[in-house]
């Protein structure tokens, strides 16, 4: 072999890994699109925390679980108190991107797995935890659930009622309007047919807002 050839066939298989690569890349991105599609996530980013909790509790039942929301005054730190094999008490926390659950969340959830007397304790969200919530996490043996986990859990178990259907679906928690003091009502917009809160004073008061009840709220895609 002279080394002209020698040289050719190193260009040759330089470039065929790269595009080995390249392919690799593609069918990895598509498959987590599609793994992103099918569990609903772009939906539970525009919930607020009521839907979030119906779309959860919909979840368990699917494993058998009978859940149940606990009252929103006084819930001494749990937000869904699952009965079956075990009783667990979960926290949820449907967050914007740039927000990360912090440690206080798991130290309200294990307060709450010993008042309600659970075996386990978890925290659910659609975002991060800090590291100090990891930390104390494992120290009190809280089940966190980040977004990758949580995505996963949702592949697996495929709910009856899917997150697109619960958000499509599911009023908010009453809110009130920060112009007038009304109450906002659900509204549906007749050019895009998208779902939102308006005022119920309209046409007074012109104020509308997103279902989610939290500014900074859509993830990237």
């Known amino acids: 072999m002279n080394l002209y050839t020698f040289f050719f066939l190193v260009v040759l298989i330089i470039i065929f890994f790269r595009l080995l690569k ?6 990895n991105k598509k498959r987590a699109m599609n793994e992103l599609a099918s569990s609903g996530m772009i939906y539970i980013d525009k919930m607020d925390g009521h839907m979030f909790e119906v779309f959860l509790m919909a979840l368990f039942q699917k494993l058998g679980y009978k859940p149940k929301m606990t009252q929103k005054s006084r819930d001494f730190g749990a937000d869904i108190i699952l009965e079956g094999k075990k009783r667990i008490v979960i ?6 991107f740039k927000n990360k659950v912090g440690l206080s969340a798991v ?9 309600y007397a659970a075996q386990e304790s978890w925290v659910i969200t659609n975002s991060q935890f800090t ?5 104390l996490a494992n120290a009190c ?11 996963d859990f949702i592949n697996k178990v495929k709910p ?20 007038c003091n ?6 549906k917009s007749s050019k895009t047919g998208n779902r939102f809160l308006g005022c119920s004073s309209y046409p007074s008061c012109h104020h509308t807002e997103n279902l989610s009840d939290e500014k900074n709220n859509f993830f990237p895609t």
Do not use: M, W
Not at 182 to 187: C, Y
């Open 22 to 27: 390249l392919i690799i890349e593609k069918i």
């Open 91 to 96: 926290q949820a926390k449907r967050y914007g």
């Open 107 to 115: 130290q309200e959830i294990y307060a709450a797995q010993a008042y």
């Open 131 to 135: 590291s100090g919530a990891h930390k």
């Open 141 to 151: 043996n809280v089940k966190l659930l980040s977004r990758k986990e949580l995505q």
């Open 160 to 179: 009856d009622r899917t997150a697109k259907e619960v958000f499509e679906n599911e009023d908010p928690a009453p809110r009130i309007c920060p112009n």
């Open 182 to 187: 009304s109450e906002l009502v659900v509204r």
